[in-house]
């Protein structure tokens, strides 16, 4: 059973940098099979997408925030890494990361909240 947990601070200042770190358990990174997400809920709004690496470490991104936006991966931790640049308050969200198999079958980490706040 692939597990996901993410981690990373809670609060974040305006113009500074965001990073999360995903650990995934019960499965490679590196398994084709997988493709691997992050994902974010602001306030009161739906489910936003915010970009996926391959196992090949292929990356996509979300139009709406690619130029702040990378995604990354650590082989050796088997963790996925968010980074969102010049955050603002409208980033504040609960952030997700999520594998999706070639089936579609979709496993989802509890998420973890971040503030943006001075």
């Known amino acids: 059973q692939v597990q996901l947990q993410e981690s990373g601070p809670g609060l974040v200042k305006p113009s500074q940098t965001l990073s999360l770190t995903c650990t995934v358990s019960g499965a490679s990174i590196t398994d084709n099979a997988y493709y691997w997400n992050w994902i974010r809920q602001p306030p009161g709004k739906g489910l936003e997408w915010m970009g996926g690496?391959?196992?090949?470490?292929?990356?996509y991104y979300s139009p709406s925030d690619k130029s702040r936006t990378s995604i990354s991966r650590d082989t050796s931790k088997n963790q996925i890494t968010l980074q969102l640049s010049s955050v603002t308050p409208e980033d504040t969200a609960v952030y997700y990361c999520?594998?999706?198999?070639?089936?579609?079958?979709?496993?989802w980490g509890q998420g973890t909240q971040v503030t943006v706040s001075s």
């Open positions: 690496i391959s196992a090949s470490a292929t990356t």
């Open positions: 999520a594998g999706v198999q070639l089936n579609g079958r979709t496993s």
